[in-house]
């Protein structure tokens, strides 16, 4: 897993060969992510002496805090080339209008 960030967005990025984009299951709670995958893949090797069957069974999850700075009603993810990848974007922070004199009451 590999955490960056620029000026618009955090990015998770989670190296997955092998699993598809519906072996992922991403879950927001509050100001917890959760990503996890499963996949259950079982071998049948069958041959003229021997009989060999094997279930391999693979599942990770992960949780990250968010910073407070995430728009979560903007998250988004992706999946292409073994790389799945979650988009956290920034909220926008308020421009400066310039300097502004506060009066004192």
Known sequence: V????????FRIDVASPGL???DFNIDLNDDLITIS?????E?????????????N????KRKFQLPDSVD???ISASHAEGIL??????????????????DIS
Request: proline letters at 4%.
């Open 43 to 55: 071998k049948d090797e069958s041959g003229s002496k021997y009989m060999r069957r094997e279930f």
């Open 2 to 9: 590999n955490v960056l960030e620029d000026n618009s967005e």
């Open 20 to 22: 598809s984009k519906n």
């Open 57 to 60: 069974y693979n599942s990770f």
């Open 72 to 74: 979560q009603e903007k």
């Open 37 to 41: 995958a499963e996949k259950a893949v």
């Open 85 to 102: 990848s979650v988009h956290l974007p920034k909220k926008e922070e308020e421009v400066s209008k310039g300097p502004k004199t506060i």
